[in-house]
């Protein structure tokens, strides 16, 4: 890969979510690195922002047109040099990151359809040149969930004509890109992980590849929120999951992480929710009524979750009147885009029996 170096400083930086710095980093970039490169960075780094909050919607738009964009550069880049590895190497990442934003949104079949594109660009790429580890990293994945897929999915597959899948196969090439490549260790660590938990049902090897991600990137709150979740859903540890979210929140206090005051916010509602759940209901008032009284603009949803969470607390507290006033609150502030199905259960938590 051309420039490699610089692409991976850049893509650390991504990681590090340090976005306010990807610009000036992608400048020095461009040079040694092909531009092309470059402009589907730009479209990553716009990807990782929007995984920091991800049912929030106002950044998809602009996503989309670069992604899109990013695409249709790399197509030509393919079209003028066909032999070229990393054109197809790039238009490979291009559909990939396309593929995931689809899958968030909910759009499967584009993204199968990306994921065909994926397979065949990369592909491509290691018959011109086998020693481009990186490449594994896609169509590793490909595989793995060609073969996990559901019954319905697979039917899909025959009617796209797509190629079938292998788990182990899939998780063996996954495995080459995360020790021979130049820029994709952190992305497949982060991936692998979703397939230990998911798929595997393999928490502890799910949790040490979250914390090699911490530890390598520790401005990024999204891994240590990912830390806090596994422990919580996975691990059922609500201690631990409580210790991960107040060392979120001190760091978000301390101006160690990204989008400080987002991952702040956050923090408080997973430490409540951990609180709550080990019995010590009045201590999770506080974190509550803090997001509550500072109406932060994010993560999406944040005031209308609060109030829900402080209903369910006055309810454990047997404060059933504040409890059902914390409710109605809840459907108020959920408004009418309730992609958290915030109105719902609070109506169901208000229906069911003290």
């Known amino acids: 890969l051309t420039g490699a170096p610089e692409l991976a400083q850049a ?36 990807w990782w922002q929007i995984q920091l909050d991800p049912f929030n919607r106002t950044r998809d738009s602009m996503f989309e047109a670069q992604i899109d964009s990013a695409i249709t550069t790399a197509e030509v880049w393919t079209t003028r040099e066909p032999l070229r590895a990393e054109a197809w190497f ?29 397979k065949d660009s990369l592909e491509r790429a290691l018959s011109l040149d086998p020693g481009m580890a990186d490449a594994h990293f896609g169509i590793g994945l490909y595989r793995y969930y060609a073969d996990v897929a559901p019954a319905a999915v697979r039917i899909l597959q025959w009617l796209f004509l797509l190629p079938g899948g292998d788990r182990a196969g899939g998780l063996e090439e996954i495995g080459r890109a995360r020790k021979g490549g130049l820029l994709l260790r952190s992305e497949a660590d982060y991936q692998l992980h979703l397939l230990y938990l998911w798929y595997e049902k393999q928490p502890e090897p799910a949790l040490a590849l979250l914390e090699g991600l911490v530890e390598r990137h520790p401005r990024n709150p999204h891994f240590q929120q990912a830390v806090a979740e596994l422990h919580d859903v996975y691990r059922h540890d609500a201690s631990a999951s409580l210790r991960s979210w107040q060392a979120l929140f001190d760091a978000a206090r301390a ?9 702040e916010t956050a923090a408080r509602l997973g430490m409540a929710l951990q609180l709550d ?7 999770a008032i506080e974190p509550l009524r ?39 609150r809840a459907i108020d502030t959920a408004g009418t885009d309730d992609l958290l199905r915030i109105a719902s259960r609070a109506r169901a938590a208000m229906r069911a029996q003290p």
């Open 290 to 328: 803090a997001v509550i009284n500072a109406r932060p603009p994010a993560p999406f949803g944040a005031v209308a979750r609060a109030h829900l969470q402080l209903g369910d607390t006055l309810e454990h507290l047997g404060r059933r009147r504040e409890a059902t006033a914390s409710y109605q």
């Open 277 to 283: 759940r080990l019995s010590r209901s009045e201590e």
């Open 90 to 118: 790039y238009l490979g990442g291009a559909y990939g990151a396309r593929s995931q934003w689809r899958v968030l949104r909910g759009s499967r079949l584009a993204a199968a359809r990306d994921g065909k594109r994926i």
């Open 255 to 263: 101006g160690r992480v990204a989008e400080p005051q987002m991952a």
């Open 11 to 46: 893509y650390t930086a991504i990681l590090d979510g340090r976005f306010e710095e990807v610009a000036l980093q992608l400048t020095r970039t461009c040079g040694p690195a092909p531009k092309e490169a470059c402009q589907l960075l730009e479209s990553v780094s716009l």
